[in-house]
């Protein structure tokens, strides 16, 4: 593995309040090197898509470490928090999460504006060519199909050219041959950028396509599922 760009330490996450919190993960420990693809995978409710968002900041874990790049989450506050994950952490959501009443250029152009980017418009054009919606750009979520949002959001999330791409079920609302082509995209795009990619799927044959899987069961790493992927040819990370 190359130097690590994402580091956890014994990591735990709980959700809810009162009588209703519920721990998510538990004593989580993992590392990710520069340039690396991730594939999670487990369970419904195993702590998949909780991980990732702690990963991203999105969600303060209750102790242990997540470090970015060498720079531990915890100690920003959430300002900085927001500003670092802007630079450094791109987010591919299941359910698109595009801005209805703006155009495909202006959803991607968000992320370059906040930035302070002077070229948010035109970077966000060639990100658009990029996933091949050159000639999509004045359209709305609403007049474009679903594999078309899902580029759209793929090309805001690598608009700032992160060096981390968070995947949550990238292609949970594509038919089949749609998914394979936004799943093609991103891993090419990923391959061209070097860009680090974790990837949150259902889909056992889409995360073979990365360089190893982290099994996650009842909210941590499970070692025997990892043994028996890795003897069944599936490269997979130790507890």
């Known amino acids: 593995m190359s130097s690590s760009l994402i580091k956890l330490t014994g990591v735990d996450l709980s959700l809810g309040r009162g009588a209703a919190r519920v721990h998510i993960l538990r004593r989580i420990s993992l590392e990710v090197g520069q340039g690396e693809a991730v594939g999670l995978v487990g369970p419904s409710g195993s702590g998949k ?18 470090e970015i790049a060498g720079q531990d989450l915890a100690k920003l506050d959430e300002d900085a928090l927001a500003e670092f994950r802007g630079r450094n ?4 959501f299941q359910s698109f999460h595009l801005i209805p009443t703006m155009t495909a250029l202006e959803n991607v152009a968000v992320p370059l504006e906040l930035a302070g980017r002077e070229d948010a418009f035109e970077r966000a054009s060639a990100e658009l060519r990029a996933v091949g919606l050159g000639d999509r750009v004045t359209h709305y979520p609403a007049e474009l199909s679903g594999g078309e949002q899902q580029r759209v959001a793929v090309a805001r999330a690598l608009a700032p050219d992160p060096a981390i791409i968070c995947a949550d079920e990238p292609t949970g609302n ?3 041959t749609t998914g394979a082509q936004v799943a093609d995209l991103i891993f090419d795009l990923r391959r061209q950028r070097g860009t680090t990619l974790l990837l949150v799927t259902h889909d056992l044959p889409l995360a073979r396509r990365c360089d190893r899987i982290v099994h996650l069961r009842s909210g941590k790493i499970d070692p025997a599922l990892a043994d028996r992927a890795a003897r069944a040819g599936v490269i997979s990370a130790p507890a």
Do not use: F, N, P, Y
């Open 174 to 176: 594509l038919d089949e």
């Open 49 to 66: 898509s909780s991980l990732l968002m702690a990963i991203a900041g999105l969600e303060r874990v209750d102790s242990g470490t997540v």
């Open 89 to 92: 952490i791109g987010i591919v």
